[in-house]
């Protein structure tokens, strides 16, 4: 049998509607009062791996079972295992553990490593993820499953438009001083749609109007009726703009990019929209470009319908986890 151990409710839900339709439990070891869209803040997130709930695995798995956590309860499930308190089970997967800091990260590395034992693997989305954890961490290349993430997103709209602005949105990893700097003398609106947990301190233009923790259906809104959307993602830190990044492809939007191999993974290397980390003046040619040059905004368009149509012939993301957790 398979059992799913969440961090948090909702999320992943292709994943996990399709793991219990063939016969999956799911508990959840997290809040249960957070939302799926909600971001939770490192501290949030410590303090939720010191709950009680940890001991309603005590008796949900046996030595057949197959385990798949999701998110950071992880890290106490699998000290509950080495400490012997919770069963070893056939075989676990750990999914969803990011990290966008390259000193947390030599921490996690330290805990992974004291964690580790044979029956452990890890589902990862996204190259960088898989190479630390082998390289880094000692984990088997064969207890390693790269994903590459996608799900039916909330917030779909129907009808895509062309208002010339620039949107951009998204949490984790994001550069927004860099994009403000590089369309400061971009003639374009320019609409950000960021967490509160965003740190944004580069000088705001009258042409920049700055959203925080819009719901969804608003953040697609905005999406799809723009020219252009860019995404400014700093070098360092592993899986990130994937959610984002599902919404343009569905809509077919122009993407202008910081180039991190997360977003590579579904363009591909030689993606034109694609600009180097830290390089504002890049960042605001390319930009210029994508606005005012109709044939270049084409290509780019064209680049991402395309690459929306081979995401969808790769077929389920459930049937693809189901198959990890059984290899």
């Keep these: 049998m398979i059992h799913i151990l969440l961090s948090q409710p909702g999320g992943y839900r292709d994943v996990i509607e399709h793991l219990v339709a063939s016969g999956a439990k799911v ?16 501290f949030a997130i410590l303090a939720s791996m010191f709950s009680r709930k940890i001991w309603r695995a005590r008796t949900l798995w046996t030595r057949a079972d197959r385990v798949l956590v999701i998110g950071w309860q992880a890290l106490p499930v699998l000290a509950a295992i080495k400490l012997g308190i919770l069963p070893r089970p056939h075989k676990i997967l750990v999914m969803a ?18 964690l580790r034992f044979p029956e452990l693997g890890f589902i990862t989305f996204s190259p960088g993820e898989a190479r630390n954890l082998v390289d880094n961490v000692g984990i088997p290349a064969a207890s390693i499953y790269q994903h590459l993430w996608r799900q039916e997103l909330n917030g779909r709209v129907d009808q895509q438009t062309d208002d010339g602005s620039i949107f951009t949105g998204g949490y984790s990893n994001r550069d927004y001083d860099l994009l403000l700097s590089a369309a400061a003398d971009v003639p374009a609106p320019l ?26 259906t608003e953040f697609e809104q905005l999406l799809a009726k723009s020219r252009v959307v860019a995404m400014p993602l700093k070098s360092q830190g592993e899986a990130c703009g994937q959610s984002v990044l599902l919404r343009v492809l569905r809509n077919g939007k122009p993407l202008v990019a910081t180039r991190h191999e997360s977003i590579e993974e579904y363009l591909g290397r030689d993606y034109p929209g694609f600009v180097d980390h830290d390089d504002v003046a890049a960042m605001r040619a390319t ?3 994508a606005l005012s040059d109709d044939s270049f905004r084409a ?3 064209d ?13 389920s993301p459930g049937q693809e986890i189901e198959q990890f957790l059984l290899a």
Excluded: M, Y
């Design 299 to 301: 290509t780019l368009a």
């Design 191 to 216: 609409v950000i749609v960021a967490s509160s947990r965003n740190q944004i301190s580069a000088p705001v233009t009258a042409r920049t109007t700055i959203l925080r923790d819009l719901p969804e």
């Design 97 to 114: 553990c990011f990290v966008h800091s390259a000193k947390a990260r030599r921490i996690i590395n330290v805990v992974w490593k004291g």
């Design 287 to 289: 930009l210029q470009r």
């Design 27 to 42: 508990t959840n070891l997290g809040p249960d009062d957070v939302s799926p869209s909600q971001f939770r803040g490192k």
């Design 303 to 315: 680049t991402i319908r395309k690459a929306g149509q081979r995401l969808e012939q790769r077929g």
